[in-house]
């Protein structure tokens, strides 16, 4: 009772203070009637307020003496056993990549095709056998700059974001866009494939949930950021969204609300990197950016901090391993190197300097060894670091997992194919 | 006597408040939110009671003290909560609420007049209640802080420094538990603790 007044008492103050509410008119005036009617008829208390003092208490901290101590003896160990390469596996030149930390230009397929977005252009690497494509050769067709592209789970589409706000879908094999689904004003800077779904964060802090298979595309609209959205993920199940923004927000979205379902302000810079835990599905990792460098670890079903690192460089994404209990973190100033902890622990078990210039962008191969990382230094290097061990039962146990995982998906592939004919099919009646 | 002495309105006002800022110190102490070098003992309601010694924790409890006085004596609170609040996830891990009500009969002349004693004995037992009660609290495992929350009636006067909250409500696992309570002839204070359950 207490709770649900003070919230109402929040908006009484909101109509009142924030013109905001008055410009959008009747809509919400009605809804504010009819939470007075409904206060009224469950007699919730309006005499009172509830206040509290504005400021924090003093703290108590001491220099963590101890604390430091024991992160001296945490650095780079040998726990283990396998040999992590420290020298890419393979270097290719990226000339001209956007060097924006707000955009996300770098994808790998589950049909394993690089898909790396270079000057505008979308080059196509097929790392079966090292063939490259362009994607549309005529710019213009794409209208704009690439500010994102993600990967449909089947690999046969690519979305596209652009700095025009334009969400696009492009086939690959046909080289055609199949549509374009406007809606932002200005650039999207991500994306995230929800089966049918897909999910686009754009630089005024709104994020659109488009449903690709129907006309009217735009299904929801969540506005839980107020600065660029710089990272969108789907939870492996599609029932949650987590997003991160240039305001430093961590938000997790239930698929059946538009209002979050959590959001945590731990991070003290802008948020791009997320990743959720394939083996425990409801652990999350965020990243922070320059003036944070911290890794924050979240359980969302109890929505509390599981753990942290403190990394000392800008985090710019993060990867879990399918196969290991671990995670990759790749960074920025100052280091510009790449990371691998071990999870739950958070041993720090190696530490690879990758790049001349912070990493910018990362995507893991289907089989989940590889991990590609793009740069600022205009390389794209591929990094064998999960290498597969027969010899260890673990990782074979997991691996078995892994390849359970890729039956499920190979069925909901099919699902998401029969879906996307099922709306160009439409089209084309039309 | 003093014992014999009619309490005012006032000097009701100031027993209960003198009461929060002594429950809070204590709380601070208890569950451990400054580190224990930090207080000194003093004697108080013929009890040994905990106080900061920090200048700075000092200030921040008499400039919430002194607004809670305020509003004790314009009869406009009615509940102070202490929330013991996570540092890192902000989560309510325990809360101490304290419940004032207006005696409503004061006018009756046959009411028993209570003495200063009296009143002395029931506020030793909440505070010994409260020492008690660390034992069945769960530990506080992450580094916490606290925050003070009242509730006013809604034309209360409201300094700048004070802001509209949210009740920090503990949000799974609750348990609470009732403390005594203890009452003047024109305030009584009951006190509860609610904290975080951990299986």
Redesign the interface.
């Known amino acids: 009772m207490d709770f649900s007044s003070s919230q109402l008492n929040l908006i009484r103050k909101d109509i009142k203070d924030n013109s905001k509410y008055k410009n959008t008119g009747l809509a919400n005036y009605k809804d504010f009637l009819y939470q007075e009617n409904l206060a009224q008829a469950l007699s919730i208390n309006f005499d009172q307020r509830i206040l509290t003092f504005n400021a924090e208490p003093p703290s108590n901290e001491r220099p963590p003496l101890r604390s430091s101590w024991k992160e001296s003896l945490k650095s780079v160990s040998s726990i283990v056993k396998r040999k992590i390469p420290t020298h890419a596996e393979r270097i290719l030149d990226a000339p001209g990549i956007g060097d924006d930390y707000y955009t996300n230009l770098l994808d790998w397929s589950s049909r394993n095709i690089v898909a790396i977005a270079l000057d505008s252009k979308i080059y196509l690497w097929n790392a079966n056998n090292g063939d490259v494509n362009v994607v549309c050769e005529d710019t213009s067709k794409i209208g704009g700059n690439v500010c994102s592209i993600s990967w449909t789970q089947d690999g046969k589409y690519l979305g596209v974001g652009t700095s025009e706000g334009d969400t696009q879908i492009w086939d690959v094999e046909q080289d055609r866009k199949l549509r374009s689904m406007y809606g932002h004003i200005t650039r999207v800077g991500v994306l995230s494939w929800n089966k049918y779904i897909l999910s686009s964060g754009c630089r005024d802090g709104s994020i659109h949930q488009h449903d690709v298979r129907i006309e009217n595309h735009r299904t929801q609209t969540l506005l839980g950021h107020c600065a660029e959205v710089c990272g969108l993920s789907w939870k492996n199940d599609g029932q949650l969204l987590a997003s991160g923004g240039n305001d430093n927000l961590v938000n997790i979205w239930d698929i059946r609300s538009s209002l979050p379902k959590m959001t945590k302000t731990n991070h003290c810079a802008a948020v791009k990197a997320l990743a959720w835990c394939p083996w425990q599905s409801n652990i999350l990792a965020t990243g922070g950016g320059t003036q944070d460098k911290t890794i924050h670890f979240w359980n969302t079903t109890t929505e509390s901090k599981i753990n942290s690192i403190f990394t000392g460089s800008q985090v710019t994404s993060l990867i879990w391993s399918l196969d290991y209990k671990e995670i990759l973190s790749s960074h920025g100033f100052p280091d510009n190197n790449i990371t691998i902890w071990k999870y739950p622990t958070l041993d720090r078990i190696i530490n690879i300097q990758a790049h001349e210039d912070r990493v910018l962008f990362s995507a893991i191969s289907p089989d989940g060894q590889s991990v590609a990382t793009a740069a600022g230094d205009e390389t794209l290097k591929f990094w064998k670091i999960w290498k597969k061990n027969k010899d260890n039962r673990d990782s074979a146990s997991s691996s078995r997992n892994h390849l359970n995982k890729e039956n499920d998906n190979s069925s909901k592939i099919s699902e998401n194919d029969v879906l996307m004919s099922t709306f160009l099919n439409k089209n084309k009646i039309r | 006597m003093s014992s014999k002495k009619r309490i005012t309105l006032s000097g009701s006002s100031n027993i209960v408040a003198e009461f929060f800022e002594y429950c809070i110190n204590s709380i601070l102490f208890q569950r451990g939110?400054?580190?224990p070098e930090d207080f000194k003992m003093i004697k108080k309601y013929n009890l040994n009671l905990l106080v900061t010694t920090?200048d700075?924790?000092q200030a921040?409890i008499s400039?919430?003290m002194k607004?809670v006085k305020k509003w004790i004596g314009s009869q406009s609170i009615?509940k102070l909560v202490l929330a013991i609040i996570s540092k890192?996830?902000?989560?309510v891990m325990e809360r101490w609420q304290f419940d004032i009500e207006i005696q409503k009969d004061i006018e009756n002349e046959n009411k028993r007049e209570k003495s200063e004693n009296e009143i002395q004995n029931e506020i030793q037992a909440i505070l010994r209640q409260l020492t008690a009660s660390i034992s069945f609290l769960p530990l506080l495992e992450e580094?916490c802080?606290?925050?003070?929350?009242?509730?006013?009636?809604?034309n209360?006067e409201?300094p700048q420094?004070?802001?509209?909250?949210?009740?920090?409500?503990i949000?799974?696992n609750q348990e609470h538990v009732k403390l005594r309570s203890f009452s003047t002839s024109y305030h009584s204070v009951d006190a509860m603790v609610s904290y975080r359950f951990r299986e």
């Open positions: 939110i400054y580190e920090d700075r924790v921040y400039e919430i607004q009615k890192e996830s902000r989560d580094p802080t606290f925050n003070v929350i009242a509730y006013t009636d809604k209360a409201v420094t004070w802001i509209d909250s949210d009740p920090k409500y949000k799974y």
